[in-house]
T-cell receptor, first 112, second 115 residues
């Protein structure tokens, strides 16, 4: 079945450092791809999404590009802040269904 | 809108007891999902409903778990009997299928501890 693999954490960075969190997927057809963020004690929130190949999703300085040739959707941010400390989940919505599959999450800690 | 509402926020119970988790989705949403989050396995989809009908329950771990959605504004996830390995955070999420609005709205979760 469809699945999502993302890099294990935790990832620890200094403020203003460049961030990359890798995500690859396995799916039949053409899934939609997402990044969700979870702050401590809260549910997940949508950060960005892309619905077709070569689309770039962006929000709050974060970006990710839907790469069908490499089945990847890596999350990037040019300059992280302490407030970006959270757990980041890569996810897909299987083609033709409303089934959302999540990766295991990557914890990011940004130090001042 | 108040968002997805889950109750209780925390539940501590003893092994063998019945546990019922509750969820109120956002009004007008036609999909409802139950997820379980653990350190070892991340966020697992247990079951999801469309218009109150279960569509896919392949993620339900075993017969001790059951989920119902008697109407559009309420769903329950029941564990009977509970076991220590069921300890996790359980999330409910809802979404609206119309148009290009692909987005899940999550509740704050129920932290379940089975002693």
């Amino acid at each position: 079945g469809d699945s999502v693999t993302q890099m294990e954490g935790p990832v620890t960075l200094s403020e203003e450092a460049f961030l990359t969190i890798n995500c690859t997927y396995t799916a039949t057809g053409y899934p939609s791809l997402f990044w969700y963020v979870q702050y401590p004690g809260e549910g997940l929130q949508l950060l960005l999404k892309a619905t077709k190949a070569d689309d770039k999703g962006s929000n709050k300085g974060f970006e990710a590009t839907y790469r069908k040739e490499t089945t990847s959707f890596h999350l990037e941010k040019g300059s992280v802040q302490v407030s970006d400390s959270a757990v980041y989940f890569c996810a897909l919505k299987s083609s033709g269904t409303y089934k959302y599959i999540f990766g295991t999450g990557t914890r990011l800690k940004v130090l001042a | 809108d108040a968002g997805v509402i889950q109750s209780p926020r925390h539940e501590v119970t003893e092994m063998g007891q019945e546990v019922t988790l509750r969820c109120k989705p956002i009004s007008g949403h036609d999909y409802l999902f139950w997820y379980r989050q653990t350190m070892m396995r991340g966020l697992e989809l247990l079951i999801y409903f469309n218009n109150n009908v279960p569509i896919d329950d392949s993620g339900m771990p075993e017969d001790r778990f059951s989920a119902k959605m008697p109407n559009a504004s309420f769903s329950t996830l029941k564990i009977q009997p509970s076991e220590p390995r069921d300890s996790a955070v359980y999330f409910c999420a809802s979404s609206f299928s119309s148009g290009n609005n692909e987005k899940l709205f999550f509740g704050s979760g129920t932290q379940l501890s089975v002693l």
